[in-house]
């Protein structure tokens, strides 16, 4: 069956700009993560959505970052004015039970 | 709060050699401990789990056992094939926290 699609599968945008990224998660998942994967640095949660209760925003490393999922199914994180420490890999998972499903992930180059 | 520390790497192995990749972590409560392996150009895919202590998780040859008295999970493979280069990420679930934590990975390398 269809996994978690996230999208795009690369984004290069320069110092100052707006990005948006997509994910997709498994139809009939309840629970969608937001995590950044840097060289080295391994994964570092961002956000948790659970069904529609409010979310975890606690893993957002500043106010430029921000995420909503509609519908409790399609989310978007939204990353303002970026910066170069921004540049990473964005993966999106999601869970039905105890395990994660994890999507390509997005990497994003911030010039 | 919950932390898990891998082996840094990368790893370099010869064909049909034997694998160990160390975990250890720090968590309250009774967390699942989990094994993920990222092969290039793709995302995180669940290798093997174990929900308590003394379970052994299995998966394609791979296998790790819950010690919750060493606070460890330790993946092997007894011979591993050239497939299986990849980053390996330990990571547990539902300890003091509800959010999975993850290790920073270890790259496998294996030469023909």
């Known amino acids: 069956g269809a996994g978690v699609s996230q999208s795009p599968s690369n984004k290069v945008t320069e110092k100052g700009k707006d990005v948006e990224l997509r994910c997709d998660p498994i139809s009939g998942h309840t629970a969608l993560y937001w995590y950044r994967q840097s060289l080295g640095q391994g994964l570092e949660f961002l956000i948790y959505?659970?069904?529609?209760?409010?979310?975890?925003k606690s893993g957002l490393p500043s106010d430029r970052f921000s995420a909503e999922r509609t519908g409790g199914s399609v989310s978007t994180l939204t990353i303002q004015r970026t910066q170069q420490e921004d540049s990473a890999v964005y993966l999106c998972?999601?869970?039905?039970?105890?395990?994660?499903?994890f999507g390509n992930g997005t990497r994003l180059t911030v010039t | 709060g919950d932390s898990v520390t891998q082996m840094e790497g990368p790893v370099t192995l010869s064909e049909e050699a034997f694998l160990t990749i160390n975990c250890t972590y720090t968590?309250?409560?009774?967390?699942?401990l989990f094994w993920y392996v990222q092969y290039p150009g793709e995302g995180l895919q669940l290798l093997l789990k174990a929900t308590k202590a003394d379970d052994k998780g299995s998966n394609k040859g791979f296998e790790a056992t819950y010690r919750k008295e060493t606070t460890s999970f330790h993946l092997e493979k007894g011979s591993v094939q050239v497939s299986d280069s990849a980053v390996y990420f330990c990571?547990?679930?539902?300890?003091?926290?509800?959010?999975?934590?993850f290790g920073r990975g270890t790259s496998l390398i294996v030469h023909p």
């Open positions: 990571a547990l679930e539902g300890g003091g926290s509800y959010i999975p934590t």
């Open positions: 959505f659970q069904g529609n209760s409010a979310p975890d």
């Open positions: 968590a309250t409560g009774y967390p699942s």
């Open positions: 998972a999601s869970s039905g039970r105890d395990t994660l499903h």
